[in-house]
């Protein structure tokens, strides 16, 4: 990975905060993968994983217009091999691991995110 796991960390969070999707989207492939117990909640489906960015999209949109005040804090920030980990306070003041693996464009190809 190219980027500071740092600079790109508070990017992200940037954007998560700004609320804005193309720019949050910004960050990922075209292909993405996303696992994460927070589908269910958002679509209200049986699905833990997504795939594509059409369908992130609407998975994001739908989080977004139920939670208007979503607002994520960065805690820490670890790498590893094309990836990085960013522990932060997430919604409903849960804590929320995310292992994000990066293709290389150095876009987020495949995540994976745990909660408290």
């Known amino acids: 990975m190219d980027m500071d796991p740092h600079t790109f960390a508070a990017q992200w969070i940037a954007a998560w905060n700004s609320h804005d999707l193309e720019r949050i989207l910004g960050h990922y492939s075209d292909d993405v993968e996303i696992t994460t117990p927070m589908i269910r909640m ?3 489906t049986d699905t833990d994983s997504l795939r594509g960015k059409p369908a992130v999209r609407d998975y994001w949109r739908a989080a977004l217009d139920k939670l208007p005040g979503l607002r994520f804090e960065l ?11 960013l522990y932060y306070r997430s919604v ?6 995310e292992v994000m693996f990066f293709d290389e464009d150095g876009r987020i190809a495949r995540v994976v995110a745990h909660y408290t």
Not at 75 to 85: N, Q, R, Y
Not at 92 to 97: H, P, T
Request: glycine letters at 10%.
């Open 42 to 44: 958002a679509l209200g």
């Open 75 to 85: 805690l820490d920030v670890a790498s590893g091999v094309d990836s990085v980990t």
């Open 92 to 97: 409903m003041d849960k804590r929320a691991m």
